[in-house]
């Protein structure tokens, strides 16, 4: 009977211990994450001006979409500064944008560019029926909110300067001798300022805000035309510190105003200078 069982031998093979998790590595690459910031930090900090702003300006628009062109006009203060040779370029830029707007074809006659000694200038003008502003009133239409906010969206990418000027042609304005034209121009071009700080227009980037009455005319021989109702937007060329920017008028005094030796009567504006910060 003894000799008969089996005889079962258990044999216990002691193994390595359990695999360790992955959790070492996610913590490895924080720190190397951490490490590569410190570093880039450092880089920068002892990098030249135009390098940080391209850096910054990458980060901002990494895709280059302000103008296709990577960081050139990569976020609001950071983009390369317009230079005159640039204005041109700029001028087709902000024509495409708002070639956007709905129904723009008609008022393409209404919106006029040009380079001049100062800067780029965006002309809006009015028609008789009063398309940017209600007739006689400070009181912005729906379209120029809309127009605003495009051009505001492309000029405040930019670190130029700008200055906002007001006109009228030369209907009185009313019999009231406390508001008139010099009132309405300067309001006018208050409310453009308040409306392009609103849409993109950084606060210290608005320098001037010029109402000019009717003493600068588009059309000195038709003083009562509504092209001399109009907005100007003006974005200047950088200039060096203590330098004066150039101002420059394109119009003149209504032909009725001229002094009969030919010289216009001095001219004054009512001229509303931003604070800076």
């Keep these: 009977m003894v000799d008969d069982e089996k ?3 258990i044999k216990k093979v002691s193994g390595h211990a359990a695999h360790h998790g992955g959790a070492w590595k996610v913590a490895y690459a924080d720190f190397v994450t951490a490490m590569m910031s410190l570093f880039i930090v450092l880089w920068l900090m002892n990098s030249s001006k135009p390098v940080q702003d391209a850096v910054g300006g990458y980060f901002r628009d990494p895709y280059g979409s302000a103008q296709k062109m990577g960081t050139r006009f990569g976020g609001a203060g950071d983009a390369a500064a317009a230079k005159k040779e640039d ?6 830029d902000l024509m495409a944008a708002m ?3 709905k129904d723009f074809d008609k008022l393409k006659k209404l919106i006029e560019m040009t380079v001049t000694p100062e800067g780029l200038k965006i002309e809006l003008m009015e028609d ?3 398309t940017f502003f209600e007739n006689g009133s400070a009181q912005p239409t729906p379209l120029l909110e809309s127009l605003v906010k495009i051009l505001s969206v492309q000029v405040g990418k ?5 200055s906002i000027e007001g006109h009228t042609d030369s209907k009185p304005y009313s019999d009231s001798k406390t508001y008139g034209n010099w009132e309405l121009s300067t309001d006018r071009a208050n409310t453009a300022r308040r409306l392009m700080e609103i849409s993109g227009v950084r606060p210290d980037q608005v320098v001037q805000v010029r109402g000019y009455a009717d003493r600068n ?3 000195p021989l038709q003083p009562e035309d509504a092209s001399n109702r109009r907005i100007t937007v003006i974005i200047q060329y950088l200039v060096k510190p203590g330098q004066q920017p150039s101002i420059t008028g394109v119009g003149t005094l209504p032909a009725s105003k001229v002094m009969d ?4 009567q001095t001219k004054k504006d009512t001229t509303v200078t931003a604070k800076k910060p």
Excluded: D, F, Q, Y
Excluded at 87 to 92: D, I, V, W
Excluded at 261 to 264: D, E, L, S
């Design 217 to 219: 005319l588009r059309k």
């Design 261 to 264: 030796a030919g010289t216009p």
């Design 128 to 130: 008789p029926w009063g």
């Design 87 to 92: 204005m041109n370029k700029l001028k087709e």
């Design 7 to 9: 005889i079962i031998i």
């Design 99 to 101: 070639g956007k707007l």
């Design 158 to 162: 930019l670190p130029n300067p700008i």
